[in-house]
């Protein structure tokens, strides 16, 4: 047996690229964003980051990354949900015919539609974890009939436009605190405070874990990333900033990431799902309530998938039947980029929103490009084998 | 007479243990071999190695078969030479019929295309020989496990068998189903079908064998002619079992305290069949300070019985009460099991115990998240303190509690599964085989932790296929055969004989 020392004795250039090696998977993931964002930058001639364009990135991704964010905990859970894109435009279709056919306040329809989306969630998630029935049969069934309800909600028709306070929800914008308009103060405030929390949790955490001798990663390593998380941060918030500020969703976005990154990286809930994910006897022999667990996965998902549905009708400002169409796999993609493993107990919220980013800036870029839809699906689906090729590679190159 | 199969000093080391020391073994042609042993003396590597699941060179000897030196990389040469085992858990496709069944991947075929008729031809031949009366359209599924049994003789029959091997062949069987099966060995040795025969019960051993090779701790001990002196089976249990124990076991000072578990008319039934009673009416008690092992044979129950005690996680219409100093316990769930002061160490501590892509200190607090957190959120430094503790504690050996528990060996995955059931500060635990493949040294470390638990004053039930063990740690030992405790003996009149015996009797009488 090869006895590692716990310090950081070994030279220093040696202990951080063995570092790097081991923790290939997250560096990697970070690398490819930027390499890739970098690549659609000098192809579009510098369109890519406009700020019309970032702003864009965002709203268009949007119910992607707010899908993602439950998608990863059924993942992880050791499940998989394939109706999201049928349940997501249903619910628009829903709050579409109550806001606008009947005429509900906008007011009762958002909470009605999050409820409904929970009710589907656990309407699926009790076959699942009670019945034990595979989730991937529940939800193709979920899927195919919560496609057609949406079809007979809507008598296949489109049915719009909503008024201005349901578009809020999507294509608003945080207004600035500050009265200066452009450049728009808030938001810049915003993005140097996020850094500033992130480099100043990351610092934290690192005392703690250096005082109890868990490996952490070189100085150096923590200083780079750290800058460039930071340094993003404040150049996408800048950029916003000179057009029209915060967008409304990108706040829904980033205090959905926040709370489930914390939720399943410090809470006992979030423990649990990993562990049941990873070995669900051996969860259930430690006094884990698995079953419950994984029901209440899928409520969330559904919770989840009724927000998405929202936002993107408020897009959209209509809601047609075509609505969340195929948008499963597209969701489910971005959280296996992610780095999150298919047979459960693996990823990170963190993982999977990068990997819905990846897809996203790759649509973006390639429709700037004109490249047409058939090429894309076609690079879509190489990316996402390659990324699940590379986790296999390193993980038999572990061992 | 003329030698089948000559094994020559076999040895077949695994990671830290020595399955097979110096074995050899011979087989006359047209014998009926019998290879007797405790659990885990090695019967089971010895066939491995012979059929070729352990490929020619992982292992150091030599095996000549009908005077040829052989050298196996896969089970399909061995069968090529007509060398085929049959194993407990048979390998049957339910859901296909006998015929089937019998030639499957060796189909009666033309150019991919099955024969029908010859398929059938030859399976109603082939199971008139066994002498089992069922048409070939019949579905495996539908029938018993002994005429199942009499399914996978008939296949090895198909592949014309020169050597055919039955691991444990009728230890599910009924005593009806078994003289079947025997008879059938019997007559198979008349058409000149050699056979080697893994078997606990020795008075089958005895009716049929002509040779008996006794295996213990992974080396041969004797080799008996039935023909040429009477054999007892005192004779044979005593080969089985005779060994000397020295040091192996820390010294202990035995002291049973007041009464902590009482567990009376414990019922379980099989989870699937209602009508199979797996625990018959066990009633036991732990006194505080005492450890409790439960003696049996693979399949008497024991884990059952464990998990059914540890939150009913197995079987169904449980009845019976479990009272932990005087006072009735829930035990229905896991978490009011592990609430009201239970801790299980699985059998199986990759598949059941741990989380082997996690890190240490994810798997030891699992258990007992609370006791890291306060109104659901993780105290991580905390965390980290308590997993450091018992690194220290346990001697963990690992450069980091961050290591995930897949990269540790053995006996540090032990450790981290009896960490995480003490930090539930259970009262009473129930360790099942703690010690399964783990070397020598860590075994000792783990004795010493059940030790010191036992002198804070802790009940430890423990559950070991290894005797020796058994009677190095218990106190008390209660036997358990078929579902059912068939003794109690305390640790001044324990052996391994008493044990066997009591197990052999119950078996003949039942």
């Known amino acids: 047996m090869s006895e590692i020392p716990t310090s950081s004795a070994g030279s220093a250039a040696g202990g951080m690229s063995q570092y790097l090696r081991n923790h290939m998977r997250d560096y990697g993931l970070l690398f490819a964003l930027i390499a890739i964002m970098f690549f659609f930058q000098v192809v579009t001639d510098g369109t890519l980051l406009k700020p019309v364009n970032i702003t864009n990135l965002f709203l268009q991704n949007s119910y992607i990354i707010i899908m993602a964010l439950g998608m990863l905990i059924v993942i992880v859970g050791g499940n998989i949900d394939l109706s999201v894109g049928s349940v997501m435009g249903f619910i628009g279709a829903l709050s579409a015919v109550m806001i606008v056919n009947l005429d509900v306040p906008v007011a009762a329809t958002i909470p009605i539609c999050l409820l409904a989306g929970g009710l589907i969630g656990a309407a699926q998630g009790y076959w699942i974890a009670y019945w034990k029935i595979p989730s991937f049969i529940v939800t193709l069934a979920g899927m195919l009939v919560f496609r057609g309800l949406s079809l007979w909600l809507l008598e296949g028709q489109s049915v719009g436009p909503f008024p201005k306070s349901f578009q809020l929800l999507s294509t608003g914008f945080v207004p600035d605190v500050f009265g200066v308009g452009r450049p728009n103060v808030t938001a810049l405030a915003v993005g140097a405070l996020a850094a500033l929390a992130i480099v100043y949790m990351g610092l934290r955490k690192r005392q703690r874990n250096s005082a109890y001798g868990i490996v952490d990663e070189p100085l150096l390593v923590f200083i780079a990333r750290n800058a460039v998380i930071s340094g993003a941060l404040v150049f996408v918030a800048y950029k916003l900033s000179t057009f029209r500020g915060l967008p409304n969703v990108l706040v829904t976005m980033g205090v959905l990431t926040v709370i489930y990154a914390f939720v399943t990286e410090h809470t006992t809930v979030g423990r649990r799902i990993y562990a049941l994910g990873g070995n669900e006897k051996a969860a259930k022999l430690s006094g884990i309530r698995t079953e419950r667990l994984t029901f209440l996965t899928f409520v969330n998902m559904g919770v989840l998938a009724a927000l998405a549905g929202l936002i993107f009708a408020a897009r959209l400002n209509t809601a047609t039947p075509k609505a969340g169409f195929a948008v499963e796999l597209d969701v489910i993609a971005a959280v296996f980029i992610g780095g999150a493993s298919m047979s459960g107990g693996v990823g990170m919220i963190v993982g999977a929103v990068v990997g819905a980013f990846i897809m996203g800036v790759m649509n973006n870029g390639m429709s700037i490009m004109g490249i047409g839809i058939d090429y894309q699906q076609v690079i879509k689906g190489l990316v996402l084998l390659a990324a699940v090729i590379f986790d296999v590679y390193n993980k038999q190159k572990q061992r | ?510």
């Open chain 2, 1 to 510: 007479m003329q030698k089948i199969l000559e094994m020559r000093h076999i040895t077949k080391t695994f990671p830290g243990v020595k399955a097979l020391d110096d074995v050899s073994l011979q087989v006359a042609a047209g014998e009926i071999h019998a290879l007797v042993g405790e659990n885990g003396a090695g019967k089971s590597t010895l066939m491995k190695v012979l059929s070729g699941v352990h490929a020619d060179g992982s292992f150091e000897g030599e095996i000549h078969f009908d005077g040829h030196r052989t050298a196996f990389s896969g089970i399909g040469d061995s069968e090529s030479l007509g060398i085929i085992i049959i194993h407990q858990e048979l390998a049957l496709v339910p859901l296909l019929s006998i015929a089937e069944n019998l030639f499957l991947g060796n189909e009666r075929a033309r150019h991919g295309i099955v024969d029908w008729p010859e398929t059938f031809r030859q399976t109603e031949a082939l199971l008139a020989k066994v002498g089992l009366r069922e048409p070939p359209a019949t579905l495996v599924e539908s029938l018993g496990v002994g005429k199942q049994q009499l399914v996978e003789i008939a296949k090895a029959l198909s592949k014309d068998v020169r050597l055919l091997i039955l691991d444990e062949p009728t230890a599910a069987l009924s005593e009806s189903d078994s003289q079947v099966l025997l008879d059938l060995l019997l007559e198979l040795k008349g058409q000149g079908v050699t056979s080697i025969i893994i078997s606990h019960k020795l008075n089958e051993v005895r009716r049929v064998a002509d040779t008996i090779t006794i295996i213990r701790d992974g080396a041969t001990v004797s080799t008996l002619d039935t023909h040429r002196q009477p054999v007892s089976e005192e004779l044979i249990v005593r080969d089985m079992v005779g060994r000397d124990l020295s040091q192996r076991y820390p010294e202990r000072q035995r002291m049973a305290g007041d009464m902590l578990l009482e567990v009376s008319h414990w019922n379980v039934w099989h989870p699937e069949h209602k009508t199979r009673q797996i625990i018959r009416d066990i009633s036991f008690h732990v006194r505080a300070g005492e450890v409790v092992g439960i003696a049996g044979l693979m399949g008497a129950g024991r884990t059952e019985l464990a998990m059914s005690l540890f939150g009913h996680s197995y079987g169904q219409n449980i009845s019976g009460s479990v009272s932990l100093r005087g006072e009735l316990l829930d035990t229905s769930t896991v978490s009011a099991a592990i609430g009201g002061g239970l801790a299980y160490v699985t059998e199986d501590r990759k598949e059941l115990g741990l989380i082997l892509d996690e890190s240490i200190h994810r798997n030891i607090t699992l258990a007992n998240l609370q006791g890291v957190s306060s109104s659901g959120v993780i105290n991580q430094a905390e965390e980290a303190r308590v997993a450091e503790s018992y690194r220290k504690a346990m001697n963990i050996r690992t450069p980091s509690v961050a290591q995930r528990v897949v990269n540790l060996s053995g006996g540090n995955q032990q450790k981290v599964v009896l960490s995480k059931w003490l930090f539930t500060t259970p009262e009473v635990l129930i360790l099942d085989e703690p010690t399964r493949g783990i070397d020598v040294g860590a075994k000792f470390e783990i004795y010493s932790i059940i030790n010191e638990l036992s002198a804070q004053g802790k009940g430890v039930i423990m559950i070991s296929s290894e005797m020796p063990e058994l009677l190095g740690m218990s106190d008390r030992i209660y036997v358990m055969n078929e579902g059912g405790f068939v003794g109690e003996l305390s640790a001044s009149e324990a052996s391994q004989e008493r044990i066997m015996s009591l197990i052999v009797n119950d078996r003949e009488n039942g």
